[in-house]
């Protein structure tokens, strides 16, 4: 089992939101730790990725150590 999944939630079959909300879902797969990744991370979106239950929200074309530092968090807050 993974401990942090990063999720491209602009899937164009069975998007990320979906998928985040299945993990969320089951209880073998709640504890993973998801980060939202879109090309377009609004306040909206941040909030939308919180109540959904993921563990940060980043932009896609964010900085190596920023996305680092995010999944440092997301797994330390397990």
């Known amino acids: 089992m993974p401990d942090l999944l990063l999720l491209e939630m602009d899937l164009p079959v069975l998007d990320g ?12 797969t709640e504890v993973i730790a998801v980060i939202a990744m879109t090309s ?22 964010c900085s190596p150590e920023e996305l680092l530092a995010r999944a440092r968090e997301a797994i330390a807050d397990r």
Do not use: H, N
């Open 40 to 61: 377009r991370p609004d306040q909206a979106f941040r909030v939308g990725a919180t109540l959904m239950g993921c563990a940060g929200a980043v932009a896609k074309d």
């Open 17 to 28: 939101w979906q998928v985040a909300r299945s993990l969320k879902a089951d209880a073998r």
